[in-house]
Structure formats: structure tokens, C-alpha cells
């Protein structure tokens, strides 16, 4: 016998591990949709299946916190049960002896807050108030484009339709195919076989191989309502795009000199190039659009007679002004402001940063399209940013695409001072280093490690540390702020002032393009409806069948990138085309929710809106 | 065209056909339970699971579409497991009490259980019971309930109550009231349809059965029975019966045998109401009210609680003509109680009704009489009617025809083609047309009134006044008509409306043929009735020439608004 052997792994154990991981997948893939009791009563029941069994609190506890969470469920409980429920699970959480007890306590308190309503309701009720299960992809997507539609579309080798259906809901499909963030992708139910369908791959390329670019319906008769819309980012021109489609007469007020909005002057060519942006552009504006650049609505006064002339004004105005750093000479020449750097891109003004120094403050997409145009007009970068690389709220693809093209990432750095010389010119930033520590508000925070602050060079330091409103005139003439936010409705309007509308970045702060093209759709049918109509867009195209093959694990096709070596000179389109092999290959991969699962029943397809 | 192969079958098959009607056309018979051709096709139950080939997962044939070359088949070892497993699942979830069930002898799940052979279960019973409010005149029983989504489909898409819901997702799925609130308290309008729709017994009217044979028992009350025009077109199928075989006055026979006092007819008042709303109408068209809404029929009362919970405000233009149901039940306890010399608590007054509402319009206060009594004491359905038959060990077959009683027994035709949508409104134009110029126009001149779309219109004019009545059925249609003349997008001056798609002869309360819509081939059984009765004219129903000249003197008159006549309350349903 010998004294030692090594660890093997028995096949139950691998099946066990094997189901541990399928339940991440079906977890990633979660019906958001799903009785909160329930989940709270089989998170527990899991986690007491996780139970060694030495101590009271977990073995026994767990058990019957799950018991009395089933009758909840059951609608057998009582408003008694509840304390029961909240008085065991912080039993539990102070006295289980290991994290596999405490924690699961500690969560089932916290669902006891935040599920509070639901609790009694089912008390209360004896149902369940929570909303059903749709179509996972279309009901995360802001602006519920028919996505399982157009996915099919492109099976059928139908690009043009395809595109001409995602204009149902959203006028900017080629932007989309580059940049959106595609939160469709997150609850993708392929998540429970492999991974989410490539949803923005399929429409970056059916908006490459579509053969023209068609209105989604055609021009309803004119109505005679007219319409001001104050800014010509994506949220302003859906909103103009839908309300000319149904007949009303639309004008455009855009302060800058072209159209487009931070999909121009906040996003850089290399992620968006120009003409694919124009492309979305000309349709909206062969709708009928009118436009005034230049045009700025610059006074409270000036606003209260557009409102006097039109028969409804939106406001979009985005989030085009920087947020400040408050550090010592932060006003110094060589920094700027990320915003002002990407606008002036956007006009077509390149700065010279050749061979130049330049440090990035912040970790958050802009933070990444300041850095990676840099490297692109040829300087040498470096993201100084307070907290790990792994808690930039950037998309990782933008953060590794910058580490990719030769940005140097100075992580746990924060800001201390912009070092200058006898000139007021940027020598260096001087920061203080960091150590990660405990979470707040969800996220770890950082602390001042016990080290003295170092200084880095720099010629260029550009401060990416958020966006700010322009609204102060907005706020003189009478509409509520938050902030510097507009605070409209969730259907974009303000009470007490009829006829007045906004939506996107102004009133939700910085946030992605499809929530702004989110909120102008919802602008366009609400001011519709406010003129008295009730026009439906709608776009009469059948959509496929289901393929029937069985779906079984297939690879997710990427999106492939130009070598780093090719791109990192010069602004041209950084990520190529999926091929039609791939394509059709990651079309077929849907499971096609809209016809399988509860949507084949109720909160299916929405043919019109 | 697509080429399929089913089992071993070739077949041409049109493009866009279902695996289950392409099987069906070619004599292969796939079963289904859920299924409810373009009412639900969601695929819930599977039981119409096929294989086909190349696909290790089965297919349903329900919506599930052909395409080119496809390769199936309906009975593999795996169909059959999977079919048979399935099916063991769901009635591990249902209450199996066949031999006391009101569709023990109707039930899609017994016949699928009888046909795959399941004789014993593999599973626990898991039955989720619901309080019910059992005086109710419709009946849910939950732990009968398989959760096909019938119900909750022809409330949602036919008739847009929403009265039906998914209660919880999850593991507690269950169907109930919306917000499982207690029946009475949402908008039920009592039509049936979810108990028509549904495949098991988890639906059903409230059985008023037991409270007629105790009246029937009763040596000292006088039974009158009125029988609605609808019920001559449907109370024989349950016994196999052709319409030509199941007629009304076989049906007296029956009636008889089983111990009622008199057989009269509800197409008698039928014409009474004729003559009431017709004249109504006249003088509504003489005094149109500013807002240029039509006047609407009253006589459906699914469509009157429809009317008292979605548009209160409508009220005012809905007819006060009571309904041929109540109106017969106020003649009986007036005017033939004086002639027969019964003291109207002596009567117990019963109609057999197409419909579930019919037992709360009975019910309503407002159709009592001051001595509490109500104008009609009992309401039963065709479907209680025929269980009581049943209940009897009678063979209807062999009982001979014979003639209702006077004089509530004699109808004209146009009477009894109340019972299918657009026939009250032919019936009142026919004697419209008389009330304004004195003579009779022919009597089919209004049948563009005729036919099942849900929404049909009727241009005519009488003495030169262009009139245009439009005849809906369905309350989905009824709600987008009334959504439509509201707005001003459409103009009438008369519309007919009833609750149940196809009329009475598509009532909640008739018998059921699971997954089949019955009312347009109950229809014709009406109309030919009318063609052939030498009476086509509501006007000219001897016995309605009579209770005129011995009661009411004239329509409208003091007597007759205050028998024949009510107030509708949205307070009151």
C-alpha cells in the first residue's frame, strides 16, 4: 500500500461537474421572465443540495427556508410566513459556518427586499404578477427588433428583407451591424445549448449583401402636423424617420454641421466608418426629413417659439458636453476633453498626435475610442485608470482591441495631477496607486495604496470620464431636471407640458445608441397618438418557417478583425464581414423563439407598433 | 406544390399546408388535444408528435409546415412513447372522475387515454384545486383543467375579454380568473365559448338539472317550457340525430312524456319583440339622438353584459325591449296565467336556452316580478336538456312528432331565424318595412342580412329612407364596430348583435363537438324552417294579432313598456 496516490476524477464526478457547468449556461440564459419565488425556492434548494451537512443552520435551515418559500409559492403562506422566511434567512446568514450557508442566506434576504411586491402578491393574490416570458432576444433589445424575423430572413437568403424588417423598428441597421451593443445577445436561449447566436454578425451582414435600402412601409397621407425635432443624433432621427413614414411633416434642428449625432462625433470611423453611417442617414432623410444644420436652439426663448410653431417638439440632444476631473491643472494646454477630441474627428479635423505622449484618463468605451484613435494618428498610449482593467464598464473587445493595437493599460492608477512646466504645458499626470478592495454599490472599490504617487509622461492627456447635458435652457423654460437629465416619462413626455417629448441620452445620460433609437421610436408613436392619430408601422413581410434540422452544439461564428499590423494606421473599418458559409451557418444555429416556446402561445411576434 | 412521403405514402401537398392537415386529407389520422384549428396552434400538449426523418427530435404535426422532400411518420415506437408518456403526464394533473363528469361521454382526453391504451399510470397525482363560486352560472373545475390554452385563446382573440390568464410560469403554471380575481367580479359576459372550446370537463355550465325534476315533481306547480329557436337546430345531435329527425315538435313529444304542463315556443316571443324593437326602431329613426349612434339589439344578453362592462356608455342606445326569453316569461305570468286562471306563483316557467347568460338574465332583479317571483324560474342549456333526456332512458328516435300548444306555441319564421346571427335584424326590417307602408315587402328581401362573417351590412330603405343595419357576431367584432362608430369611421342606424360567433346557433350552451364550429351548419335548419312556414312575418302570428288585441293594445303602449319593456343598469349583470 503506498503512502500517497493522486487525485483521479471518477465519470460521475465529471457528469456532476458536467451539469454544473450546463446549469451556468441555463442560468446565462435565464428567463428574466420567471416567478421570483420560484427561483428564490429552487436557488435554495440548490444550495442546500450543496450542504456538507455538519452544521444546524445550513443542513436544517436551508431546508425548511425552502419549505416555507414553496408555500409562498404554493399561495399557502401567510404574512406570518414571511417573517418566518426573513427571520430564519437571517438566522442563517449570522450563524452558518461556512459561506456555503451564509451566502445563500444572505441571498435569499436580499430576493425578500427586492422581490417584496411579489411575495405578497402571491400572499395576497394567489398569483404570480411577474411578466411572462416573450421572445428572450426581442424583449431585451431596447427598440424590440423582430430579430428571430430577420435571422430567418437571412436563412432564406433574403438580406434585403431582412434589413427592410429590422427598419420596422429600428432606421439605423447598418450603425447597428458595427456598434450597437447588443444586449439581444445576453439571454439568447442557444446559451442553454453552446452560446447566444452572433446576433450583430448576421446583421452586419445582411446589411453588407442587401441589395438596396426600402422604407419599411409606405409614406402614409400627410396629415399637416408639424413636428420640430431638436437634434439629429440616432434618437432624434428615428423619431423623424416614423413620424414622416405615418405622414406627419418633420424638421430636423441639428447645432452641429452634419447629421448623426455621437454616432459621428462620439464614435470613431475605425468602429463606424462614415459612409456606412450616411447609408442609414439617406434613408431617413429621403422620408422627407427636413433639415437645418448649424442650427442651434440656444435659449429658452428660442425654444418656446419652436414650441409655438410646431404642433409637438422632441428633444434629443444627447450627452455632448464633458464631464470635468477635478485635479490641479486640469485646465492645462495638452488636455483635452475625449469629447472634444472625437468631435473634432467627426468634422474631419485629425489632430497631430505623431510620436506624441498621450494618456487616457478613464475605462469606459469613449475611454477606448480616444485611445485606440490615437494609436491610429500615430501616438503612444497609455489608459490610466483607477480601477482593474476587468471592471472597465467598456465593452472587453474595445479593451482588448486597444491592448491589441498597442495601448499600454496603467490599471489601480487614479488621477492625482496634471504635472505641467513653466508654460502650463502637460509634462506628465501624476497618479496615486491603488489597491482593489471591498464592493460598493455592486462593484469592488478601489482605495490610495500605502505608495507614494509616481508621474508618468505625457504630451496629451485626454480626461474620458463621462459626458454631462446641455440643459440648462431647457430647464429655463419650465421642464424638470435631474441633474443635468431631462426628467420625461418613461413614455417620453412631462407632465404638464403637452406636446413636448424627449428621449435618448439627454434624459438617461450617456448610454448606448439602440436606447436612444429605443426612445425615438417610443416618441414617434406617442406623438403621433398626442396629433390624434393612430398610424401602425408595419412591414408586410411573411416570415420563413422554422428550419427543423435538430439543433445540437455548433461553434459560434465570430467576427473577424483586419491584423493589428493593417489597421492600427489608419481609420478604415476594423472588423470584416461574416461569409456567407458563415453566415448561414450561424442563421441556422436560432432557435427560432418566435415560433418555438411560450411566444408560439402569448408575447410573440408584434407585427406592428 | 411540395413532395412529401407519410408514411410510406407519397403525397402532393400544397406549400404552406400543416403536417396535420396533409395527413388528414390523405386518411391518416393524427391525434391532437390541444389543437384548435387557427384558434390554437401552439403545439402544447404533443400529442401529434410525428418523426421525420433526418431529425432526431419529433416534430408537431399541428404547426409545424410541409417542405420539399420531407419524410415522416406518424406511428415509430418513438412517436408512440413519446405520445403515450405525455399523455400519462397530463392526466397525472387531471382529476380522472369520467364516471361523474358532464363530459364523460364528450371527453377528447378519455378518447385519447381509451385509444393509446393507457391502463395504468406511472406518475403521482398532482391535482391544484381553486375555490369556486359554484352558484355561478358558469362552472370551473381546475383540477379537471390540462392547460391546452383554449380557453384563455377564444377569450383573447374571439371575444377580447381576457376573462382567462396564465396564473403563475413555472412549476405552479396554472389557469384561473385573470388576476385570479372571483368570477363574478371581471367582465364575464357568460357566453360559453371557453366551455364550448374546451376539450375536457374543466368547463361547464352550472347544472340546473336537478332544480327542474324537483319542479317537475311538484304536484301543485303548472311547468311551462319555452324552447328557443336555436335548440331545434342542435338538441339531437347528442343523440345521433339528423336536424331532420331532431325536430322541435319531436321534441314536444319528448317534453311531454317527461311530465311538462305546455310546450311553447320562444319564437313566439321572438315576434313579440319584433314587434316591440321594430317600433322602437321607427321611433328612434323619427328622433335620432345627437351623437348618430345606431340603436343595437338587446336581445343577447352575453352581448348586454358585454354592453354594462365595456360600454356603459352605450346603454342609453341599446333597445328596452326585454329579450324573447323574458318576454315570454312576463306574458306567461301575466296575460296566460289571467287566461288560464294560475296564479303566476303557480307557475314554474323554464326555457331552454342555447346559453349559459340566460341563466343570469333570469336571475336579475330586474326581471322579477313584484312578488319576488321571477318571470322565468329555471334556464337550461341544450346540453341539459339532453342529459336530461338521457337521465330519463329515453330514445327520442322513437318518439312521434306533435304539435307545441296554443297559443304560446305558434311562430312565424321570422321568429325562429332569431336564432342565427343577422335573423333578428331580417325579422325586424320584414316587419319594419310593414309598419311604414302598410304592406308586406317579400320576404326574403332583406337575406343580405344572412351568412357567418363576423360583421356583415344590410343597405335597404324603407318608404324612401335609406337605412343601413349591420349584424355582428363575435364580441371581439362587436368591439370593433363599436371602436369604428365611435371614431365616426363607420355610420348605421340599426345593429344586431350577438355574443356568439354564428349566433345562438354557435351558443355556449350547445351541444359540443370538440375542435368544430358548429353554428354554420346549424344555420340552415333555421332558415329552412322560416322558407317553409306559411308565417314569415312577425306581424302576422295569429297569436301575436292576439295578445295585442286582448293585453297590450298596441306596441309601445302603457302596458306594453311596462310588461315587455326594461331599464338596462350597468349596475346590474
Known amino acids: ?250 424638421t ?210 485626454v480626461i474620458s470620464i463621462g459626458q454631462s447635458i446641455d440643459s440648462q435652457k431647457f430647464e429655463d423654460a419650465g421642464l424638470p431636471r435631474q441633474w443635468d437629465q431631462l426628467d420625461a416619462t418613461a413614455e417620453t413626455t412631462f407632465e404638464g407640458h403637452n406636446g413636448v417629448f424627449s428621449g435618448g441620452n439627454c434624459v438617461t445620460g450617456p448610454a448606448t445608441v439602440i436606447k436612444a433609437i429605443a426612445a425615438g421610436k417610443v416618441a414617434a408613436a406617442n406623438i403621433d397618438e398626442y396629433l390624434g392619430y393612430d398610424h401602425k408601422v408595419e412591414t408586410h413581410i411573411e416570415i420563413p418557417e422554422p428550419l427543423l434540422h435538430d439543433r445540437v452544439p455548433c461553434g459560434r461564428v465570430e467576427i473577424k478583425e483586419r491584423p493589428i499590423g493593417d489597421r492600427k494606421d489608419d481609420f478604415d473599418d476594423v472588423e470584416l464581414k461574416l461569409s456567407d458559409e458563415e453566415a448561414l451557418q450561424e442563421a441556422s444555429r436560432c432557435l427560432r423563439c418566435d415560433h418555438f416556446g411560450y411566444a408560439a402561445f402569448r408575447e410573440g411576434r408584434q407585427r406592428t407598433w | 406544390m411540395v413532395k412529401i412521403t407519410m408514411d410510406r405514402q407519397e403525397m402532393d401537398v400544397p406549400a404552406g399546408t400543416t403536417i396535420l392537415d396533409a395527413a388528414e386529407n390523405h386518411g391518416i389520422h393524427i391525434p391532437t388535444l390541444c389543437y384548435y384549428a387557427h384558434l390554437n396552434e401552439i403545439g402544447s400538449c404533443r400529442m401529434c408528435l410525428v418523426e421525420m426523418q433526418g431529425k432526431d427530435q419529433l416534430v408537431t404535426a399541428c404547426n409545424t409546415k410541409v417542405s420539399e422532400g420531407m419524410r415522416l411518420a406518424t406511428n415509430t415506437p418513438a412517436v408512440r412513447e413519446a405520445r403515450q408518456t405525455n399523455l400519462e403526464l397530463i392526466l397525472s394533473q387531471h382529476r380522472v372522475d369520467c364516471t361523474s363528469c358532464v363530459r364523460g361521454d364528450n371527453c377528447s382526453l378519455q378518447d385519447l387515454a381509451n385509444n393509446m391504451g393507457v391502463t395504468s399510470q406511472d406518475y403521482e397525482k398532482e391535482l391544484a384545486a381553486q375555490k369556486w363560486d359554484m352558484a355561478f352560472p358558469l362552472i370551473r373545475d381546475n383540477s379537471k383543467c390540462i392547460k391546452c390554452m383554449r380557453c384563455v385563446q377564444v377569450c383573447d382573440k374571439i371575444q377580447q375579454l381576457h376573462v382567462w390568464d396564465v396564473l403563475h410560469p413555472g412549476s405552479e403554471s396554472d389557469i384561473g380568473v385573470r388576476e385570479n380575481l372571483p368570477i363574478s367580479e371581471v367582465n364575464c359576459s357568460l357566453c360559453g365559448q371557453c366551455v364550448t372550446h374546451c376539450p375536457v370537463g374543466a368547463l361547464s355550465e352550472r347544472d340546473d338539472v336537478p332544480r327542474m325534476m324537483a319542479a317537475l315533481a311538484d304536484p301543485d306547480v303548472t311547468t311551462v317550457v319555452q324552447i328557443a329557436p336555436s335548440i331545434r337546430a342542435a338538441w339531437g345531435e347528442d343523440f345521433g340525430m339528423t336536424p331532420k329527425e331532431g325536430t322541435v315538435k319531436r321534441l314536444a313529444s319528448v317534453l311531454r312524456h317527461i311530465g311538462f304542463d305546455y310546450i311553447f315556443d320562444t319564437s313566439f316571443s321572438a315576434d313579440l319583440t319584433i314587434m316591440e324593437e321594430a317600433s322602437e326602431f321607427l321611433h328612434f329613426m323619427g328622433d335620432r339622438p345627437d351623437d348618430n349612434l345606431p340603436l343595437f339589439t338587446s336581445c343577447c344578453p352575453g352581448w348586454v353584459r358585454f354592453a354594462k362592462t365595456e360600454y356603459p356608455e352605450l346603454l342609453g342606445h341599446l333597445s328596452t325591449s326585454k329579450s324573447p326569453q323574458q318576454m315570454f316569461g312576463a306574458v306567461t305570468k301575466t296575460w296566460y296565467a289571467e287566461k288560464m286562471g294560475l296564479k303566476p306563483d303557480q307557475i314554474f316557467s323554464v326555457s331552454i336556452m342555447p346559453c349559459i347568460a340566460k341563466k343570469s338574465e333570469a336571475d336579475m332583479p330586474s326581471m322579477t316580478r313584484e312578488d319576488g317571483t321571477p318571470d322565468v324560474d329555471l334556464v337550461l342549456t341544450t346540453r341539459e336538456l339532453d342529459r336530461m333526456i338521457k337521465s330519463e332512458y329515453l330514445d327520442p328516435r322513437s318518439f312521434p312528432e306533435s304539435e307545441l300548444d296554443d297559443p304560446l306555441g305558434v311562430a312565424s319564421g321570422a321568429g325562429v331565424i332569431f336564432g342565427s346571427t343577422g335573423g333578428v335584424m331580417e325579422a325586424a326590417l320584414r316587419s319594419a318595412y310593414y309598419f311604414v307602408n302598410d304592406k308586406n315587402t317579400d320576404a326574403d328581401t332583406f337575406k343580405a342580412a344572412r351568412g357567418q362573417d363576423g360583421c356583415r351590412e344590410v343597405d335597404t330603405e324603407i318608404n324612401g329612407i335609406p337605412i343601413r343595419g349591420i349584424a355582428v357576431n363575435g364580441l371581439g367584432n362587436a368591439r370593433h364596430l363599436i371602436e369604428d362608430l365611435k371614431a365616426g369611421r363607420r355610420q348605421c342606424d340599426f345593429v344586431e348583435v350577438m355574443a356568439c360567433p354564428g349566433g345562438c346557433v354557435g351558443g355556449g350552451g350547445q351541444p359540443i363537438h370538440d375542435g368544430e364550429e358548429w353554428a354554420a351548419r346549424r344555420a340552415p335548419t333555421l332558415y329552412n324552417l322560416d322558407e317553409r312556414n306559411t308565417i314569415r312575418f312577425s306581424h302576422e302570428n295569429p297569436s301575436i294579432k292576439e295578445v295585442y288585441k286582448e293585453y297590450f293594445g298596441t306596441p309601445l303602449s302603457e302596458k306594453a313598456e311596462a310588461v315587455l319593456h326594461t331599464h338596462h343598469s350597468a349596475a346590474e349583470r
Open chain 1, 252 to 461: 430636423v434642428f441639428e447645432k452641429r454641421k452634419h447629421l448623426g449625432g455621437m454616432l459621428r462625433y462620439g464614435i470613431p470611423s475605425y468602429r463606424l466608418n462614415r459612409d456606412n453611417l450616411q447609408r442609414d442617414i439617406n434613408l431617413i432623410l429621403d422620408s422627407g426629413v427636413e433639415v437645418h444644420r448649424d442650427y442651434d436652439i440656444d435659449s429658452a426663448e428660442a425654444f418656446e417659439n419652436l414650441k409655438n410653431e410646431f404642433d409637438a417638439t422632441y428633444i434629443a440632444i444627447g450627452a455632448h458636453s464633458h464631464k470635468a476631473l477635478k485635479i490641479a491643472h486640469a485646465d492645462a494646454r495638452g488636455v483635452l476633453s475625449a469629447v472634444e477630441m472625437l468631435r473634432g474627428i467627426g468634422d474631419g479635423n485629425l489632430p497631430d498626435f505623431k510620436d506624441k505622449k498621450v494618456i487616457v484618463i478613464g475605462g469606459g468605451n469613449v475611454a477606448m475610442d480616444v485611445a485606440r484613435s490615437s494609436i491610429r494618428l500615430g501616438a503612444d498610449v497609455t489608459i490610466a485608470y483607477r480601477r482593474r482593467q476587468e471592471d472597465m464598464t467598456a465593452l472587453p473587445a474595445e479593451v482588448e482591441g486597444a491592448i491589441a493595437e498597442g495601448c499600454h493599460m496603467d490599471e489601480l492608477m487614479a488621477p492625482a495631477e496634471v504635472v505641467v512646466d513653466e508654460n502650463d504645458q502637460v509634462t506628465g499626470l501624476k497618479v496615486q496607486p491603488q489597491v482593489i478592495g471591498p464592493y460598493r454599490k455592486g462593484r469592488p472599490s478601489p482605495r490610495a495604496a500605502d505608495v507614494p504617487p509616481v508621474v508618468l509622461d505625457a504630451d496629451i492627456i
Open chain 1, 1 to 250: 500500500m503506498s503512502r500517497l496516490s493522486l487525485d483521479t476524477t471518477t465519470a460521475a464526478e465529471q457528469t456532476a461537474s458536467a451539469l454544473y457547468q450546463s446549469l451556468q449556461l441555463r442560468m446565462a440564459a435565464a428567463p428574466t421572465a420567471s416567478c421570483p419565488v420560484e427561483i428564490a425556492s429552487a436557488y435554495t434548494h440548490l444550495c442546500h443540495s450543496q450542504s456538507c451537512g455538519k452544521c444546524v443552520p445550513c443542513r436544517i435551515g436551508l431546508g425548511q427556508l425552502e419549505n416555507l418559500l414553496e408555500a409562498v409559492k404554493k399561495g399557502e403562506a401567510t404574512e406570518a410566513t414571511l417573517d418566518v422566511i426573513e427571520r430564519t434567512a437571517r438566522s442563517i446568514k449570522n450563524s452558518a459556518d461556512c459561506a456555503i450557508g451564509y451566502q445563500a442566506a444572505a441571498e435569499v434576504l436580499r430576493s425578500l427586499v427586492a422581490f417584496r411586491p411579489d411575495f405578497e402578491n402571491h400572499i395576497q393574490k394567489g398569483f404570480c404578477s411577474a411578466p411572462r416570458q416573450g421572445i428572450p432576444c426581442v424583449q431585451e433589445c431596447p427598440a424590440h427588433v423582430d430579430i428571430p424575423g430577420y435571422i430567418a430572413l437571412i436563412a432564406d437568403h433574403r438580406p434585403t428583407d431582412a434589413v427592410k424588417l429590422i427598419r420596422k423598428d429600428n432606421p439605423f441597421p447598418t450603425a447597428c451591424a458595427f456598434i450597437c451593443e447588443h444586449p439581444c445577445e445576453n439571454q439568447c436561449r442557444r446559451n442553454l445549448i453552446d452560446r447566444s447566436i452572433n446576433i450583430r454578425g448576421l446583421k452586419s451582414y445582411c446589411v453588407d449583401k442587401a441589395t438596396e435600402d426600402i422604407f419599411p412601409m409606405d409614406k402614409m397621407a400627410p396629415t399637416g402636423k408639424k413636428v420640430a425635432i431638436i437634434g439629429g443624433g440616432p434618437s432624434g432621427l428615428t423619431t423623424a424617420f416614423y413620424l414622416e413614414l405615418m405622414g406627419h411633416d418633420v
